[in-house]
């Protein structure tokens, strides 16, 4: 079955640097969300898109903005990076059909990550 | 207060034992809540819904209690292979923001 597609896997960038991180999300999933994960930390909650609109807003930096384009497919752009951005960053997608317990179901799946590191 | 707590660990149990782990979210609006196993440097991997009633899968039980606001994941007969830090994870309905716990490792021993 396809998963969730993140790329580049691994990304090495400079202080103050740009970067973009790419997640294609399972087909037919609605529902896009960012995770930023450092060292040894739980998965932080950055931003989630539904229907190419912006549903939800978490921990994410004023340095970062995200969007959800027609394909679905999403992209987390980054801007003047800093060592504390250096993490794993996971692109979780989707689907709003209903599932057993007869409601929204909410159950996401992860992609394999994009490692960040910020030198 | 993290709005979902579990226990870090490290459990500790040898091959074949039977562990819990149990996990309170402070959130009262929080609807549907998960368990996800994530393996070092690796994404997290949906183990579990978690369903009003209680549900089973294999060696893996979960069960729910409103009342008190926790979930717990029981794990029968520990494989080698069960070694993974457990997130729970609560959802709030309506919402696409979920929260995650900070996780609990299990190591199985031989």
């Known amino acids: 079955a396809a998963g969730v597609i993140q790329s580049p896997r691994h990304l090495i960038k400079e202080k103050r640097e740009t970067a973009t991180l790419k997640c294609y999300p399972i087909p037919r999933h609605d529902t896009v969300y960012w995770y930023q994960q450092g060292p040894g930390q739980d998965p932080q909650f950055l931003i989630s898109f539904y229907e190419k609109m912006q549903s939800d807003k978490g921990s994410i930096p004023d340095r970062f903005s995200a969007q959800q384009f027609s394909d679905y497919h999403s992209e987390l752009n980054m801007s003047s990076l800093e060592l504390g951005d250096s993490a794993l960053y996971f692109c979780?997608?989707?689907?709003?059909?209903?599932?057993?317990?007869?409601?929204?179901?909410?159950?996401?799946?992860f992609g394999p990550g994009t490692r960040l590191t910020v030198t | 207060r993290k709005e979902v707590e579990q226990d870090p660990g490290p459990f500790n149990v040898p091959e074949g034992a039977t562990v819990a782990f149990n996990c309170t979210y402070s959130?009262?609006?929080?609807?549907?809540f998960f368990w996800y196993r994530q393996d070092c440097r690796k994404e997290p991997k949906l183990l579990m819904s978690?369903?009003?009633s209680g549900n089973e899968d294999g060696r893996f039980t979960a069960q729910l209690n409103r009342a008190s606001q926790y979930i717990s994941l029981l794990i029968r007969d520990s494989k080698l292979s069960d070694s993974a830090t457990y997130l729970c994870?609560?959802?709030?309905?309506?919402?696409?923001?979920?929260?995650f716990g900070t996780g609990t490792k299990l190591q199985v021993i031989p």
């Open positions: 994870v609560a959802a709030r309905r309506g919402y696409q923001k979920v929260t």
């Open positions: 959130n009262s609006a929080s609807q549907s």
């Open positions: 979780a997608s989707s689907s709003k059909a209903p599932g057993l317990a007869g409601v929204g179901s909410y159950e996401q799946y």
């Open positions: 978690v369903y009003s």
